[in-house]
């Protein structure tokens, strides 16, 4: 016999509680990791139907996290306590990320540098394009979004990225930006942008080292794959 206290799935609760506690998030089903973070701010109902729900209309963890409050709450049992910690939770991994490669040497320890970018752009259903401006000493002294939207030569001003690296007193940049498609390779269109861009930045004296490109299941380097190096030679050869 229950008691008047209990609701429906309380066991089940306190052993997903238990179960992270003990061993993290690892071997978590996502309905599990949505389950969980709803029951934060629901103490007394059962969250797997509205943690399957969300999965249902979201896809993915990316896409719940990546969605507007007007549509988290449409989902049934989804109320504005679940949807604050929802967006909290989004926000704080970010910031974290973030302060993790704020003023460190990301050209000789890239990882932590492409794992925000990855976190923060690369799940996006809009492309968004990002500037990492750098000092002298390859440290990070800023991180924006430039532009959002589908980029096109006419999309991307090279003026307005000049302008943004002169205000962080920028020696060096990083470029980054997604696609929703979740293929990253990169497209005619993405080629010629970051040519048009090496072009400008050496124009005023500030190097590009890389270019990045972020999908649902990695990136792509334009330096890696010598793009970077091949833009700059052309310009020395030129200019």
């Known amino acids: ?12 609760r306190q052993r997903l509680k238990e179960k992270f506690l003990q061993n993290g998030i690892d071997g978590f089903q996502d309905y599990e990791v949505v389950e969980l973070l709803l029951t934060l701010n629901t103490p007394r109902r059962d969250c797997k139907d509205s943690a399957k729900a969300l999965l249902a209309r979201f896809k993915n963890l990316q896409g719940i996290f990546e969605a507007n409050p007007e549509e988290l709450s449409r989902v049934k049992g989804v109320g504005p306590a679940n949807i604050l910690g929802i967006k909290l939770i989004k926000e704080v991994a970010d910031l974290y990320l973030k302060k993790k490669v704020i003023k460190t040497d990301v050209i000789s320890n890239s990882k932590d540098l492409i794992n925000y970018l990855r976190h923060a752009i690369g799940r996006k259903t809009r492309e968004v394009f990002a500037g990492v401006f750098l000092d002298a000493k390859n440290r990070v002294n800023g991180l924006e979004i ?4 589908t980029l096109t030569m006419s999309s991307v001003y090279p003026r307005e990225v000049i302008i943004k690296a002169l205000e962080h007193r920028a020696a060096a940049v990083i470029f980054a930006h997604n696609h929703p498609s979740g293929d990253h390779a990169p497209s005619p269109e993405d080629i010629a942008i970051t040519r048009r861009l090496v072009f400008a930045c050496r124009h005023v004296g500030i190097t590009v080292h890389e270019h990045v490109i972020t999908g649902e299941e990695g990136f792509y380097s334009f330096a890696d794959n010598g793009y970077i190096g091949e833009f700059n030679r052309e310009f020395e050869k030129n200019g």
Do not use: A, D, V
């Not at 016999?1 to 066991?11: I, L, V």
């Not at 430039?146 to 939207?149: A, I, N, R, S």
């Open 1 to 12: 016999m229950t008691t008047g206290n209990k609701h429906k799935g309380e066991g089940h």
């Open 146 to 149: 430039l532009f959002e939207g």
